[in-house]
């Protein structure tokens, strides 16, 4: 079992499949047991759960303290 991702509120990540809006790139608004996404094309939000995320991570864009 892998320790979990360090994620952080206002990280943006890729995931592996799109929204269907076009767009890729989803910032993390809030983190717990699920985490709730905004998609950075359209502004929907979404909830998922922590490992499901977990799995479709493909990259960080860029983390909000650096």
């Known amino acids: 079992m892998r320790p979990p991702l360090p994620l952080k509120i206002g990280d943006v990540v890729r995931l ?3 929204h ?4 890729n790139e989803w910032e993390i608004i809030r983190l717990g047991a699920d985490i ?5 094309g359209c502004g929907r ?6 490992s499901r ?6 990259g960080f864009v860029r983390d909000e303290q650096s």
């Open 36 to 40: 709730r996404l905004k998609c950075r």
């Open 53 to 58: 995320l977990e799995r479709r991570i493909k």
């Open 45 to 50: 939000t979404i909830m998922i759960p922590r």
């Open 16 to 18: 592996k499949k799109g």
């Open 20 to 23: 269907p809006c076009g767009a």
